[in-house]
């Protein structure tokens, strides 16, 4: 099918649910994509940073290859072979002592969620059905009802209550507004360490360390949703280690699939994940054999730690590639590691437009919240790769001032 043909059956057979560029793909390697007519694209999304090692990662690859064919799927009825390993390295990559594998993102969120709670109910002696999460405000955690129950973009909530409750929202970055909202019902703080969907936000520096800080004084949990924001986008394992803040729970996902297949966790001391016993949480998928292969897989593309190295040293790139955009239209940018969110004048461009005019200069990336752009390039970009999507950002932006 041509790229017409295709978005004119998607258009008639799809759910109206998202709104993508008029490209079709049908090939990656690497940075790299190709749609069905040929072309070749940078990929600056990399599937919100799921693809953090890029398309067809020859270890992952062959990772999923060889255990495609042994064992998929046993569900957690009974142990597979696979399940052990990849939980012994990803529990030593966080330094805690336990993992609770599940599949999505949003499930991940999901169950740290349960876990707080919980922990309310059995370790804090909240009354039961009265706990209550600090958020920030702008957040983004998934799609699930709880979720967007306490998501403040409208086009995310509004249409979808009765909500759950149980949530104060705060704004971000402020931790003096966070110790203000804390109750004697708060059992724990979600946050992400950036804020990845409002637009690469990063916190005023000190502000994670001061939620630590609020968290340790007030005993409340501190669940990282390091979903976008892990496993290497930021030149660190995880985002918090940028501010040498060490969350109670880290909430894994997207990059830890490798863009293979959807791969989540929640990883936590005993003390914490404790407090959910058999038969009180679960998921058919979660820690299946294959998801297992591929995220131990990941794993040892994260242990080494010359790919955040890697990172760091691009990271000044990306920053003075980004600081020349402002004569071009660019009011602000934000950059942290391979992570880039980058403020358009409305009056130059739409983020949407500057996309569009992206694609025509053989790059792909999205916009947020309208008039900003976010790169995410697979962090295995080299220096040169990472030129050409600066100079191609550049002619697109001095093609929309004609
Ligand atoms: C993408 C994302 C999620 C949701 O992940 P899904 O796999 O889409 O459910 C949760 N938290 C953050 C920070 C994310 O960026």
């Known amino acids: ?79 597979n072979d696979r399940l052990a390993g990849f939980a012994q390295r990803l529990s030593r990559l966080c330094g805690k002592d336990r993992v609770l594998p599940m599949n999505t993102g949003a499930e991940a969120v999901e169950t740290a969620i349960k876990v707080a709670r919980k922990w309310a109910y059995t370790r804090r002696g909240v009354p039961d059905g009265r706990a209550r999460i600090i958020v920030a405000e702008n957040n983004f955690h998934g799609r699930t009802t709880t979720i967007v129950g306490f998501s403040s973009d409208p086009a995310a909530r509004a249409g979808f209550g009765p909500y759950d409750g149980g949530f104060d929202a705060v704004p971000f970055g402020d931790a003096a507004a966070l110790e203000a909202a804390v109750q004697p019902t708060t059992t724990a703080v979600l946050l992400e360490p950036i804020q990845g969907e409002a637009g690469v936000v990063l916190p005023p520096p000190g502000y994670l360390a ?49 863009g293979v297949l959807p791969v989540s966790a929640v990883v936590a001391d005993t003390v914490v994940l404790d407090v959910l016993g058999v038969g009180e949480h679960g998921s058919t998928f979660g820690g ?42 660019v009011l602000r940018h934000r950059v942290r590691g391979l992570w880039a969110g980058i403020d358009l004048d409305p009056r130059v461009a739409s983020g949407r437009r500057l996309c569009e005019e992206l694609q025509h200069h053989g790059v792909l990336t999205k916009d947020t919240h309208g008039a900003t752009l976010r790169l995410a390039p697979p962090l295995v970009i080299t220096d040169e790769e990472l030129m050409l999507l600066l100079e191609r950002l550049e002619s697109a932006l001095l093609a929309l001032q004609r």
């Open 210 to 258: 001061a939620v630590r800080e609020i968290c340790d004084r007030h005993g409340l949990l501190l669940l990282a949703d390091e979903v976008q924001s892990g496993l290497g986008r930021t030149g660190r394992t995880f985002a918090c280690e940028n501010d040498a803040v060490v969350p109670d729970v880290y909430i894994l996902g997207k990059a830890l699939g490798g």
């Open 1 to 79: 099918m041509t790229t017409a043909e295709t978005i004119a059956v998607e258009s008639a057979v799809l759910a109206q649910t998202y709104a993508p560029l008029p490209v079709v793909l049908t090939e990656g390697q690497g940075v790299w994509v190709r749609d069905v007519e040929g072309r070749e694209y940078l990929d600056a999304l990399a599937g919100y940073s799921a693809l953090n090692f890029g398309h067809a990662h020859p270890a992952l690859v062959a990772a999923a290859e060889q255990q495609l064919r042994r064992l998929t799927l046993t569900s957690r009825a009974f142990h």
């Open 288 to 329: 299946n054999p294959l998801a297992c292969a591929v995220g131990e897989a990941v794993i040892g593309l994260l242990e080494p730690g010359d790919l955040q190295e890697h990172v760091r040293a691009l990271e000044p790139v990306m920053e003075e590639g980004l600081a020349r955009l402002h004569e071009l239209g």
